[in-house]
């Protein structure tokens, strides 16, 4: 009997295995379609300062548009794009469509929204990282002083002397870097110094629970003053109430991204509410 039970076993875990990897390889054989057919979009999410209560900033975040499957997400194909040697060129494609998006913003009078643009952490360790980025925006026009480029901390601190090569050449280059994610890598503070960033962002882990007394909160308000302390811009990730934002407010916060404010949004509809945001303080500003 347990015999049988072993095969039968067995043979459920072949089964569902293999049903796995068909389901992975339909999932891989449509990325590597998916360029082509133009199934890729950028969506924006604004970053908020909490001082001035204005748009200073959006993150571009990829969403991919399957026929069939609806909308993946990138937690789901990113991994998979980098496992399979994909990633270079998708994260061509968005730094090619987010420069092109700051070029039109540049023409509607949006120059000084910064766009974030995320790093995976496998194109960070191409040798020709660096070049590539450089011929994208001498093709696009763009200007690095509006773009934030995001590397987590994890992928930072995994390579951390090769990141402070980089990040210094990117630096040179008049982008702006971000640490992304943070709080849930292992930093060393000795690395942290060295990297040549201006903002930290706050993974939204510890930003969750901000509101009841837990580690979590701790964790975030230490951050902010670690931040503070090196001299670098500190936001917010996954703000979703009001609660967490007072109490972001109160230790100092620089910024904020989440949806409380607003969801990551097509390029038009993000365009039209900060203008609409611009239009209401305009009309709320006391005449002089
Ligand atoms: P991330 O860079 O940390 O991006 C923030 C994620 O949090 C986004 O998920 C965003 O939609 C989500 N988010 C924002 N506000 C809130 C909130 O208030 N509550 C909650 N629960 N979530 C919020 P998304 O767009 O699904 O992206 C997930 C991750 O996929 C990103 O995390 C980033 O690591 C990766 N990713 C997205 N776009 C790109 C890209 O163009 N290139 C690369 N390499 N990675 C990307
Ligand atoms: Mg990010
Ligand atoms: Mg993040
Ligand atoms: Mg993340």
Not at 24 to 52: G, M, T, W
Not at 227 to 238: C, I
Request: proline share 3%; glycine share 6%.
């Amino acid at each position: 009997a347990a015999q049988e039970k072993g095969r039968n076993t067995y043979q459920f875990y072949s089964q569902s295995m293999n049903v796995a990897l068909a389901e992975r390889l339909s999932l891989e054989s449509d990325l590597r379609q998916a360029l082509e057919r133009s199934e890729f979009v950028l969506y924006y999410q604004p970053q908020v300062d909490i001082r001035r209560w204005e748009v200073v900033g959006v993150e571009a975040l990829i969403r991919w548009q399957h026929p069939v499957r609806g909308m993946v997400s990138p937690l789901t194909f990113i991994p998979l794009a980098e496992e399979v040697g994909l990633i270079d060129q998708i994260g061509q494609w968005v730094l090619r469509t987010a420069c092109a998006q700051q070029v039109a913003w540049r023409a509607y009078g949006l120059s000084e929204i910064s766009i974030a643009i995320n790093l995976s952490g496998v194109q960070f360790q191409q040798a020709d990282l660096v070049e590539s980025i450089r011929t994208i925006v001498r093709e696009t026009g763009a200007n690095p002083a509006g773009l934030e480029l995001e590397l987590t901390e994890s992928t930072a601190m995994h390579d951390a002397e090769n990141a402070v090569v980089v990040f210094q050449q990117l630096k040179a280059m008049g982008f702006s870097l971000s640490i992304d994610d943070f709080g849930t890598g292992y930093s060393s503070l000795a690395y942290l110094k060295r990297f040549p960033i201006d903002t930290i962002k706050i993974d939204r882990a510890f930003v969750k629970d901000l509101a009841s007394e837990s580690e979590q909160a701790a964790i975030a308000i230490a951050i902010i003053a670690m931040a503070h302390g090196l001299k670098l811009r500190v936001l917010a990730e996954g703000v979703e109430t009001q609660p967490q934002l007072d109490i972001l407010r109160n230790q100092g916060c620089d910024a904020i991204q989440g949806y409380f404010f607003s969801h990551p949004l097509p390029a038009d509809l993000v365009e039209q509410l900060i203008r609409d945001l611009r239009a209401k303080a305009t009309h709320e500003r006391p005449a002089a």
